[in-house]
């Protein structure tokens, strides 16, 4: 049997928002975190910290940013402070994959599970393709409890209001 | 002294699904052995065989990291939050390994 495609709406300023910020960490990954209240989206950027962490122990993290990212534990503490204080649950994670194509890595699917369960089983994660500075594709992927995988979730972009 | 550490989701059926839990102890080291003696299993999960925090497990003492205080040696008080929070993490090419 078909399963239907399970739909994550968002809005196209948010959208707007992750593309611009992609565009101006090319050729480095971005990342970020959407909360939201039900009725409206909140992006958070968050500092991807890959590079340092390369720097200081490349043996543990071979990739530097430009094929990996890694949110500043600062950010993640403070977002989901946001989200607890102002009732602003974490819609989805972002991330981009500069000179890569919009798709759900075995990394960013290892990196989204722990213990070998999804960390966040009822967020999103969107990937971002960037070429040139350019945004090429985005797609969506959440955990699946019937497939017990991630799997690609369309998105619907509301229009601007 | 008690402080209260919050359970991220996926270890949470070994918590009888209380997203936060109160334990005893003085330090990050000792709640997580009190943790351990309430919910057999999560110290596995949160340290590795020589005791050390995950690499992909950010443990902070009300808003800070505690890599950037004492590790596991920092000192916790009562009325203290702590929060157990998996890293975000991931990459692009799969031609690589990290």
Redesign the interface.
Known sequence: MMKQTKVLELQSETLDQIYTHAMVEFPDECCGIILSDGAREFVRECRNIQNERHAEDPDTYPRDARTAYLIDPNDLIRVHKEAETQNRPIKAFYHSHPNHDAYFSEKDKADAMAWDEPVYPGAAYIVVSVYDREVKTVKAFAWSEANTDFVEVHIYAKPHV | MAVTVRI????RRLTQNQPEVDVEGDTIESLIENLEANYPGIKE?ICDESGNIR????I?LN?E?I?FLDGNATAVKDGDEI?V??????????D???
């Open positions: 991220p989701t996926p270890l999960r690499r992909f497990v950010n902070y808003d990291d890599r929060s929070i998996p890293a975000i993490a991931g990459g692009s090419s799969d690589e390994t990290n």
